[in-house]
């Protein structure tokens, strides 16, 4: 079975110290990873992807993100917290299985990130 | 860049009432999709459509039903709305009958309350 697992519901950290959004995954196949952000009252907008290139993957706004696969991890980074990085993010798989279901997405529960000044 | 637009950001239905939600993109994309976000639970799906006309249920069908008559235009619909029903919708589209999970955009969700 395929599932996304964020570790931490709520995560708080000081403006300019570093930023840990864990996640894991469970997957049949070799996976494709992704990291969205979900500001207030706004849609989700995609912070970066891994699909079986690079293990590092950069993103928007300064954050990457490194596929581990002995760990079966896909944690999220930022060296220097911002406030403006105050939003919900979710870890997200998606489906390689066939027929219908390709490419549909399946989403962690969330984890929402506070930044104090 | 595209364009996903979901025509209410509020709703408030009664219990019972049948209640259309409309999203429309306009980058020609055959994919479209209607999850429900509850805080706590993530994102979870509950129809998709990859072609017009076309329909798959997702994760949590029950209680709803989805029309695709033209390409842009994915409605979700609520046949006798219920307060569990209460929650924000989020329709998302992609380009292409993906493996990879690639190129989706979301709208900006619709926040329905049933009273």
């Known amino acids: 079975a395929q599932s996304v697992t964020q570790l931490d519901s709520h995560v708080s950290v000081s403006e300019g110290t570093p930023v840990l959004l864990r996640c894991n995954y469970s997957?049949?196949?070799?996976?494709?990873l992704f990291w969205y952000v979900q500001h207030p009252n706004k849609g989700l907008q995609l912070l970066l992807k891994?699909?079986?290139?690079?293990?590092l993957v950069k993103g928007i706004n300064g954050f990457e993100a490194e596929f581990k696969k002995s760990e079966t991890s896909f944690h999220l980074t930022k060296p220097s917290a911002h406030m403006s990085d105050a939003a919900e993010y979710f870890c997200?798989?998606?489906?390689?299985?066939?027929?219908?279901?390709?490419?549909?997405?399946?989403f962690g529960k969330g984890t929402k990130l506070s930044v104090k000044p | 860049d595209v364009k996903v637009t979901q025509s209410s950001r509020y709703l408030v239905k009664r219990t019972g009432e049948k209640v259309f939600l409309e999203c429309v993109q306009d980058?020609?994309?055959?994919?479209m999709f209607w999850y429900r976000q509850d805080p706590g639970l993530g994102l979870r799906l509950i129809y998709f459509?990859?072609?017009?006309?076309?329909?798959e249920k997702g994760d949590i069908p029950e209680g709803y039903s989805v029309s695709r008559e033209k390409k842009e235009r994915f409605s979700l619909i609520l046949e006798s709305a219920s307060t569990n029903q209460t929650s924000m919708y989020l329709c998302?589209?992609?380009?292409?009958?993906?493996?990879?999970?690639?190129?989706?955009?979301f709208g900006s969700g619709t926040r329905l309350t049933v009273v």
């Open positions: 997957s049949s196949y070799s996976p494709s």
């Open positions: 998302a589209s992609s380009p292409y009958r993906t493996r990879t999970g690639q190129g989706y955009t």
């Open positions: 891994y699909t079986s290139a690079a293990t």
């Open positions: 980058m020609d994309h055959e994919n």
């Open positions: 997200v798989l998606s489906l390689k299985s066939y027929g219908g279901s390709q490419g549909n997405l399946i």
């Open positions: 459509s990859y072609d017009v006309k076309m329909k």
